[in-house]
């Protein structure tokens, strides 16, 4: 089909889709926005990381340090760990390299896990189960939604060590919250590059995954004041599930209504090659887009010469969870009680040296993996 005859069916459909309720876009005042706490996070990403050179993910930005010294134990140890799930290739590349630095470790002699499939309520009673069953030494969490997993971890917490990563809980209960700068951080970077590449009016569709999840939230808060403070048209804000199918139809339906789509913002980049296929399915050239170390993005970025920026939540932060496990249980001081971990920008400027053509698609390139047992095998790759 020629470019023409496509504009021609993209104008019809769009008639018939002009009686359909556009997404909320006026901006409201979200429980997760903390202006301290933004521009916090914007001074980190100025400062440089303390801790080795080449193990980013034992790094750690303006740190204060927790003594550790009452939770010291002989090993060999028992490591449980509660996982909000495996339901994206974020959290897939993250626990295989966690499960990796448990195995190259000889002084934890046991790593049990409880999944919790994305639901809050068995994770809830994971945690119980871990605790009540007497065998843990430390508790590793990463919750699946902040404020349900907030009582659960405050209990684990007055029977054992515990470490929050990932996503964090409203309790200052565990030892060290671990996780990279944040969500303002990833979120205003994405926006502020967007304002930097678009002229006065143009459009911007914002795809979210769920809500509810601390770090997802700030990032679309952040992303929604920058945005707020700019000419540009917010045509739409749609939560994807992280499902690259309806991802795409999302962006199908918005290219149908509106005829252009000028940036596309994202909260995390799972989606975001079938986000970019949309636009080619129907023609249009790919806009500019945020997006994640993902090797499929990079790689689809890096070929076709498109325009783009992926702030990065590396997933090394889950070999950093195994690692102060082992600290606390040594008695080592470590960061606390946040572990704030370097966030790493990738720009058209530095897209290169990210690409790993011996990985496979969803991959992260961010994964802290490669001197770990297995690598890059284990990880799909070859």
Excluded at 15 to 39: I, T
Excluded at 220 to 241: C, D, K, Y
Aim: aromatic share 10%; proline share 8%.
């Amino acid at each position: 089909m020629q470019r023409k005859e496509m504009v021609a069916l993209v104008l019809a459909a769009a008639l018939l889709l002009s009686a359909m309720p556009q997404a909320g876009v006026a901006q409201r005042v979200s429980e997760f926005w903390d202006p301290d706490e933004f521009a916090r996070q914007m001074a980190l990403l100025e400062m440089e990381p303390v801790g080795p050179p080449d193990k980013p993910w034992l790094q750690a930005l303006d740190p204060t340090w927790v003594d550790t010294s009452q939770y010291k134990k002989d090993p060999p140890w028992t490591i449980c760990f509660s996982n909000a799930g495996l339901f994206n290739p974020w959290r897939v590349v993250g626990f295989t390299t966690m499960q990796a630095a448990v195995e190259a470790n000889p002084l934890i002699k046991e790593f049990i896990v409880l999944d919790a499939e994305g639901r809050d309520e068995k994770q809830i009673a994971d945690i119980a189960d871990l605790v009540a069953s007497g065998r843990c030494d430390l508790l590793i969490v990463s919750p699946m939604t902040t404020a349900a997993l907030t009582p659960a971890v405050e209990r684990a917490a007055q029977q054992l060590p515990v470490i929050v990563f990932d996503r964090g809980v409203n309790t200052r209960a565990p030892i060290t919250f671990i996780s990279p700068i944040g969500g303002y951080a990833f979120g205003a970077q994405g926006a502020r590059f967007i304002a930097e590449q678009l002229p006065n009016g143009g459009k911007v569709l914002a795809l979210r995954i769920s809500p509810g999840v601390d770090v997802l939230e700030t990032r679309w808060s952040a992303a929604e004041r920058i945005f707020a403070e700019t000419n540009l048209e917010i045509i739409g804000v749609e939560f994807t599930n992280d499902d690259r199918a309806v991802a795409k139809s999302i962006v199908t339906d918005y290219l149908l209504r509106y005829g252009q789509i000028d940036a596309v913002w994202m909260d995390a980049g799972a989606t975001t090659v079938a986000v970019l296929e949309a636009f080619e399915d129907l023609g249009y050239e790919i806009p500019v887009f945020t997006g994640e170390d993902q090797q499929d993005v990079l790689v689809k970025w890096y070929e076709e010469g498109l325009t783009g920026i992926a702030p990065t939540y590396p997933t090394f932060q889950w070999r950093t969870a195994v690692e102060a496990a082992v600290m606390v249980l040594s008695g080592q001081p470590i960061p606390g009680p946040e572990w704030k971990l370097p966030q790493p920008t990738i720009t058209n400027e530095t897209l290169a040296q990210y690409l790993q053509y011996n990985m496979p698609p969803q991959h992260y390139a961010l994964c802290g993996c490669e001197d770990l047992p297995g690598y890059p095998q284990r990880w799909g790759g070859r």
